[in-house]
């Protein structure tokens, strides 16, 4: 599952980190593909991600094997992650002359025995680049986390159409599964109109979970830590764990479909 919306600040990486840590709780086996040079979500999980140590920036461009640079989430047994360093940056440029530029990630985890894994959540840049179009390529399925802020809707039918093309040209199995409603204000008449104009739109693919603003999300990565073992009883942790069981639910019934 790729976590993808080209806004910055939407919480992405708090998301796929989050609904990692929640899914691996129950037991469930959780990869997260850090696909981002900013490293965020290595660092929430508490993965080392220095500059020239092997990341996924060698798995992209010099075919390193991913299982090669997994390392195991320091007390949570089921979570693993893939880390990203500074290194990323350049690969946007440094995949143009490549041939298969946009599968890289695709083959990388097709030479990889994904099956040990129940979840691989891919968490991407903030753009509509190079990287975002690998995770694309690799994953069934896209989550968007939208914001319930005035600008949310702004930029949604780029992604889309990107979705799209990617579908139409490069994997014919991505679908758009999981809208996912974030920093919810329950105090502005703002926040449950973006809600209820989201619903109106995508329907059934918008989860019934819906995250708050939260300081305790904020302040769990400088911690190395997801808002799941920060503080488990905070309203985030709460929001993240419903929203990670609905994921589960939808996954069970599609299976059994």
Do not use: W
Not at 49 to 59: A, I, K, L, N, W
Not at 174 to 196: C, K, N, P
Not at 216 to 242: F, L
């Amino acid at each position: 599952m790729t976590v993808a919306n080209q806004k910055g600040g939407v919480g992405k990486t708090t998301t796929a980190v989050n609904l990692a840590a929640a899914l691996s709780m129950h037991g469930q086996q959780v990869l997260v593909v850090d696909l981002d040079p900013q490293g965020n979500a290595s660092t929430a999980l508490a993965t080392e991600h220095r500059s020239g140590m092997p990341s996924v920036y060698q798995v992209l461009v010099d075919d390193l094997p991913l299982s090669s640079i997994i390392k195991a989430v320091p007390e949570m047994p089921n979570l693993f992650c893939a880390p990203a360093t500074l290194d990323l940056a350049g690969a946007e440029i440094e995949l143009v002359p490549m041939v298969g530029r946009e599968t890289r990630l695709k083959r990388a985890l097709a030479a990889f025995d994904a099956m040990r894994f129940d979840y691989i959540l891919i968490d991407c840049p903030p753009s509509l680049g190079l990287l975002t179009v690998n995770a694309m390529a690799a994953a069934q399925e896209v989550l968007i986390p939208i914001q319930c802020e005035y600008y949310a809707l702004e930029g949604l039918t780029q992604l889309l159409q990107n979705v799209e093309l990617v579908r139409a040209h490069l994997n014919q199995s991505l679908a758009v599964s999981t809208i996912l409603l974030t920093m919810y204000d329950g105090r502005t008449r703002l926040a449950s109109q973006v809600a209820e104009e989201v619903r109106s739109h995508f329907g059934d693919t918008v989860l019934d979970a819906v995250i708050p603003r939260s300081v305790r999300v904020s302040e769990a990565p400088s911690y190395g830590q997801s808002v799941m073992t920060y503080d488990p009883g905070s309203s985030g942790a709460m929001a993240y764990m419903q929203a990670a069981r609905e994921i589960a639910y939808r996954a069970a019934s599609l299976a059994e479909a």
